[in-house]
Each structure stands twice: as structure tokens, then as C-alpha cells.
């Protein structure tokens, strides 16, 4: 997109981390914003903080997992705004502790965390990108995963932003390949200080009880808390935003703001993948440094 000044930008999961730091940054690029989030508190504020600044704002309490409500947001941003120019795919939750084993990772919790990374993903291609190629103007899709998504690890949320990244690179090759004025691009932050290790504070009754971390075997609870510690000390999500603006600017597709170690494991899985390698192993997790 060359040009963002008037132009709409759709963000979901913007009440806080990663979407709310690409809202405003959109907005003060001059953009109106249509912002969703499942947390109604966080958005509230959000809403209230970009409108006292001047933005043009829609805000949508929107649980992503369900088609409907994301159907319901786009119609209810057509109608307010008559079109989107940027999407963004954001909204994304982890359970407490990544790396959990396959063997104790529970159904429900693959469930929750796929109809939220995953599926609502999905949902919002299928809700905003037809009424972007109907509206026939220049416009970007950005789809959210993770270096996870570009590493491994047998639970869901490695799985799940996986799922993103292959998602969003066939959107990419199909929006090429018929000509759209439409691009898109996959945001793989490493990490970054976002709350999304509590995620589970917005887990919705119906995925079951939230897995309690005191059950999870010594080992991943000490990764669980090595993992934590590294959230508290990533980069800003107002660093990622910037990468963000910066890539669509440029309809660049890979944005991925992430710590050198992370990019070298990411060099060395698809080394391994190239010369048939078995896979490399990842470094283990250091314990967490007292405070």
C-alpha cells in the first residue's frame, strides 16, 4: 500500500500487546480504525484512548473463534467506514506453558487454542478479503503467527501458528496469481512484552477448565517460568508495529521482528530440511534469574 492517510484498518486482538501498539501506529499514520477484541474492558480503553487522540474509531467486542460475530463485525465496518484497506489478523492466546508435551497436552486445549490462532484467522479471510477485492482499491492483509510458526513443538500453539504461516503464503500466492490489488503478509514477532502468557484470563467456559500449571511435570514449569521471565524482557510492541507499517509500505511478506538466537534456530530448521538432516534439537530453556 503506498497510501494510508483515509484509508480503514481492521485490527483484532487490539486491546492491548501487538494490536493495540498497530492501531496506533496506523493512526497516526491517519487511518480510521475498526478494533475488535474479546477482552471488552481492554478495548473499551483502547477506544477511548485513540478517539481522545483523534482517530476515527469502531470498536467490536468479537470472539474470533465464532464466524459469525467476525461476519458481523465486517458488516458492521462496511457500514460505517465502506471499506477496508488493511487487515489484520491478530487476536491469539498460549496456554501458560509452551513446549508442553503431545502426550499431555488435553483435547480441550487444542481446541481452544486452534479456534482462536487458527480458525480465527480463517474466519477473518473469509469475512473481510472478498469485500476487499469487491471494493477494487489497493490493500493488505497481515495474519499474525509467530517464530513458532517457523520453528517446532508438538502442543497447539506451535501448531496453530504453523497453520498461519501456510495459511497466509498460499493467501499470498493466490491474491498474486489473480492479479489483486490486495497483498498480504505473516507477522512472526519473536518475543515480545505482551500479556499473552494470560492468556488464559479470557478462555471462554466452554474449552473447560484452564490447565492448572502446578500439574504440569518440573521440567515444563521450569520452562513455563523461563519463558515468562524472557516475555518480561522482549521487545517493545511498539518495535513490532513499526515492522509491521514498514512492510506493507513496501508489500513486503515476511515481517519477522524477532532476537538473533531465535532467527539462528530458524536458520538451522531449514538447514536441517534442505540437507535432510534429523532435526536439531532446541537449546534448553535457562533458568529463570531471581529478580
Not at 53 to 63: E, P, S
Not at 67 to 92: E, S, Y
Request: glycine letters at 8%; a neutral charge.
Amino acid at each position: 500500500m503506498r497510501e494510508l492517510t483515509g484509508r480503514v484498518a481492521v485490527v483484532t486482538g487490539a486491546g492491548s500487546g501487538i494490536g493495540l501498539a498497530m492501531a496506533q501506529a496506523f493512526a497516526a499514520r491517519g487511518m480510521a480504525l475498526a478494533l475488535a477484541d474479546v477482552e471488552e474492558a481492554a478495548l473499551a480503553a483502547a477506544a477511548r484512548t485513540l478517539g481522545a487522540a483523534g482517530a476515527d474509531v469502531l470498536a467490536q467486542r468479537v470472539d474470533v473463534t465464532e464466524a459469525a460475530q467476525v461476519d458481523a463485525f465486517a458488516d458492521a465496518v462496511i457500514a460505517r467506514f465502506g471499506a477496508v484497506h488493511l487487515l489484520c489478523n491478530n487476536a491469539g492466546v498460549a496456554g501458560p506453558a509452551l513446549r508442553v508435551p503431545a502426550w499431555l497436552s488435553r483435547p480441550q486445549d487444542w481446541r481452544w487454542i486452534l479456534d482462536v490462532n487458527l480458525m480465527g484467522v480463517v474466519h477473518g479471510v473469509r469475512a473481510f478479503v472478498p469485500r476487499m477485492l469487491a471494493g477494487g482499491d489497493e490493500g493488505h492483509v497481515v495474519n499474525t503467527a509467530s517464530v513458532a510458526g517457523l520453528l517446532t513443538g508438538a502442543d497447539p500453539y506451535f501448531v496453530s501458528k504453523h497453520g498461519v504461516a501456510c495459511l497466509t503464503e498460499g493467501l499470498y500466492k493466490d491474491l498474486k496469481a489473480i492479479g489483486a490489488r490486495v497483498s498480504a503478509s505473516v507477522l512472526c514477532p519473536g518475543l515480545v512484552r505482551t500479556a499473552i502468557v494470560d492468556a488464559q484470563r479470557n478462555r471462554d467456559p466452554r474449552y473447560g477448565r484452564p490447565i492448572d500449571p502446578a500439574s504440569l511435570p518440573e521440567a515444563v514449569r521450569q520452562g513455563a517460568a523461563a519463558f515468562r521471565q524472557a516475555i518480561d524482557q522482549g521487545l517493545a510492541p511498539t518495535a513490532v508495529a513499526d515492522a509491521v507499517l514498514e512492510a506493507v509500505l513496501a508489500d513486503r511478506y515476511w515481517i519477522v521482528p524477532a532476537q538473533p538466537p531465535l532467527l539462528e534456530q530458524i536458520a538451522v530448521r531449514m538447514h536441517d530440511v534442505l540437507e535432510r538432516r534429523n532435526p536439531t534439537p532446541p537449546p534448553p530453556p535457562a533458568a529463570p534469574r531471581p529478580e
